[in-house]
Every structure is written in C-alpha cells, then in structure tokens.
T-cell receptor, first 116, second 112 residues
Framework: AQKVTQAQTEISVVEKEDVTLDCVYE???????LFWYKQPPSGELVFLIR??????QNEISGRYSWNFQKSTSSFNFTITASQVVDSAVYFC?????????????FGTGTRLTVIP | EPEVTQTPSHQVTQMGQEVILRCVPI?????FYWYRQILGQKVEFLVS????????KSEIFDDQFSVERPDGSNFTLKIRSTKLEDSAMYFC??????????FGSGTQLSVL
C-alpha cells in the first residue's frame, strides 16, 4: 500500500491562476512529519515545508499555503497567483517516527505546468 | 546557507563497471542518506547511515551497493557492477538529529 498518494499526475494552469496539489497519506503512527519538496527542471529537491502530526495549524508563506487535515489524512498545497517559475514536479513525503523508520516515503509527484 | 554537495553531476558508465558517487554532507550533520529517482518516477529511499554504520536500508540496496564515509567529510555510494536498471538520479541527503532532510542536487547516472 502506498504511504503517500498524490493522485494528480499532471496539472496545467494559466499564469495567475490558483492551484491546489493534493496529498493523502497513510500511517499508523501518531507521531509523524509531512513534507513538500519542489523539483524544478534542473533536478534538485528543494525543501518547502515540514509539518508535524501534532500541529494542524495551516501555514502560509507568501503565495504558498498548506492545509493539513488529520481527519482526512491530507496535506494539500496551494499556490496562489501561480507563476511560470512554479513549473516543477512537487513531491509530498512522510516521515514516521514510532516505527523506528528514519527515512522519507515520497509520493509519486505532481507535475505542475504554469502556462504564460 | 550550507548545502549538500554531490559530484559528479552526471556520470556515464558501461554496464558491469563500478561507479562511486560522491557526496559532501553539511558539516555538522550526523545522519546521511542516499535516495534514487528513476526517470519519471518517485524518489525512493536506499540507505541511511549514522555513527559510521548503516542504520537502515531498503530492498533496493542489495549486495551490489555499499556506502562509506572514508573521512570526516565525504559520504560515498558505490555500485559494484552496474546494471541498466541502475540508471537514475541519485540524491544524497543529510540532517542533524531533527526531521528536515537537506538534499544535494543529485548525480544523474546513465548505464549504457
């Protein structure tokens, strides 16, 4: 079973539109961390956010915002007023603590294309 | 801001050859990782390393793979006899005791 599901394989939006990238996770741990990473065409992985399982407060950082809903096991990512530079693959990832695992489980990624 | 450095950025090798991918983690970090990403697929965990030994490895990390921290700064991934299916982007990552992983920019390995 997938621990992290990103159902949207590819999304295209026109510049200045808002876009939400979905992430659904699965874990039995009560202590865990969720992450979003951006992978631009150059290939590197850029850290965007980390959220722990005890903090359901939503976060906004500039044009980026994240909606963490434990009730639905979702950690969605919204880009407001998208720009061409937002074009990238975005990965959601899960780190479980209580199982003793010390590694990130990545989703399959969502490729976002922002059309000028 | 300190960063994880990986060399080379691209590596081309013949099937059956040995390759060593090099990484310089952030200097005060204690945990080191290798991940890989086959083209168009998700990023997959290979191995974690702490206190000079492997702390965890995935089923991908078979006997063909090994890791080493030969000195105080480098962290290497060796593939003994490369196969076509080893072609991927390999990411090194490191962290302190917290949860945030810092990734390098990756080494694109192409096995011909």
């Amino acid at each position: 079973a997938q621990k992290v599901t990103q159902a949207q394989t590819e999304i295209s939006v026109v510049e200045k539109e808002d876009v939400t990238l979905d992430c659904v996770y699965e874990t039995r741990d009560t202590t865990y961390y969720l992450f979003w990473y951006k992978q631009p065409p150059s290939g590197e992985l850029v850290f965007l956010i980390r959220r722990n399982s005890f903090d359901e407060q939503n976060e906004i950082s500039g044009r980026y915002s994240w909606n963490f809903q434990k009730s639905t096991s979702s950690f969605n990512f919204t880009i407001t007023a998208s720009q061409v530079v937002d074009s990238a693959v975005y990965f959601c990832a899960l780190l479980e603590r209580q199982t003793g695992a010390n590694n990130l489980f990545f989703g399959t990624g969502t490729r976002l294309t922002v059309i000028p | 801001e300190p960063e994880v450095t990986q060399t080379p950025s691209h590596q081309v090798t013949q099937m059956g050859q040995e390759v060593i991918l090099r990484c310089v983690p952030i200097s005060n970090h204690l945990y080191f990782y290798w991940y890989r990403q086959i083209l168009g697929q998700k990023v997959e965990f290979l191995v974690s390393f702490y206190n000079n030994e492997i702390s965890e490895k995935s089923e991908i990390f078979d006997d063909q793979f090994s890791v080493e921290r030969p000195d105080g700064s480098n962290f290497t991934l060796k593939i003994r006899s490369t196969k076509l299916e080893d072609s991927a982007m390999y990411f090194c990552a490191s962290k302190t005791g917290g949860e945030k992983l810092f990734f390098g920019s990756g080494t694109q390995l192409s096995v011909l």
